[in-house]
């Protein structure tokens, strides 16, 4: 059974750090895998997906990578801002019809 | 603007009285989705549907049922039968099973 684990649970960085949030899944056979940012009470937000065969993904101040060999997924944040606080949550796409299985996400809090 | 429109944002479910919850897309996208989030855990999938007319149980499926009669909508229906509805629940739809998903902003039901 696919099982989707991220690291740290929450991260607190002072404005303007680089920083790393990690997500690792247990069964390398995906289609894809998404990043999705999640503020309070609201829906999750669609930031980068890599498909199985790409190694990363960027857009603006986020890079993502896929190492799927080894279960492994960074997201990269350059030059955080305070509204980069939010949740992010990784997921994997399993099976032909879509699915997603997600993480618990890491909560992250970019202090001014 | 395309997107994903849930409604209503907040509801309220006295003991043993079924229901609906409400999700319209104008994305023109074939696959759509029901997860459901709890605090401390990942979203996991209620029901999934990639054609209209057509719908398979996801991994908590018990207690929930939907409808598939338009592509542009996909309403769940909590039944007096869910023990536990109190979560925070979200549509999601995809142009095909395993492209990018687009989420909308949640329902949040309470059982009074």
């Known amino acids: 059974k696919q099982e989707v684990t991220q690291i740290p649970a929450a991260l607190s960085v002072p404005e303007g750090e680089n920083l790393v949030l990690n997500c690792s899944f247990t069964?390398?056979?995906?289609?894809?895998l998404q990043w999705f940012r999640q503020d309070p009470g609201k829906g999750l937000t669609s930031l980068l997906l890599?498909?199985?065969?790409?190694r990363e993904q960027t857009s603006g101040r986020l890079n993502a990578s896929l190492d799927k060999s080894s279960g492994r997924s960074t997201l990269y944040i350059a030059a955080s801002q305070p509204g980069d606080s939010a949740t992010y949550l990784c997921?994997?796409?399993?099976?032909?019809?879509?699915?997603?299985?997600f993480g618990k996400g890491t909560k992250l809090s970019v202090k001014p | 603007d395309g997107g994903i429109t849930q409604s209503p944002k907040y509801l309220f479910r006295k003991e043993g009285q079924n229901v609906t919850l409400s999700c319209e897309q104008n994305?023109?996208?074939?696959?759509m989705y029901w997860y459901r989030q709890d605090p401390g855990q990942g979203l996991r999938l209620i029901y999934y549907?990639?054609?209209?007319?057509?719908?398979q149980k996801g991994d908590i499926a018990e207690g929930y049922s939907v409808s598939r009669e338009k592509k542009e909508s996909f309403p769940l229906t909590v039944t007096s039968a869910q023990k536990n509805p109190t979560a925070f629940y979200l549509c999601?739809?995809?142009?095909?099973?395993?492209?990018?998903?687009?989420f909308g902003q949640g329902t949040r039901l309470t059982v009074v």
């Open positions: 999601a739809s995809s142009q095909l099973a395993n492209t990018e998903a687009f």
């Open positions: 069964d390398s056979a995906i289609y894809n």
């Open positions: 890599i498909q199985s065969s790409q």
């Open positions: 997921a994997v796409s399993v099976g032909s019809q879509g699915n997603l299985i």
């Open positions: 994305l023109n996208h074939d696959a």
């Open positions: 549907s990639q054609i209209v007319n057509d719908f």
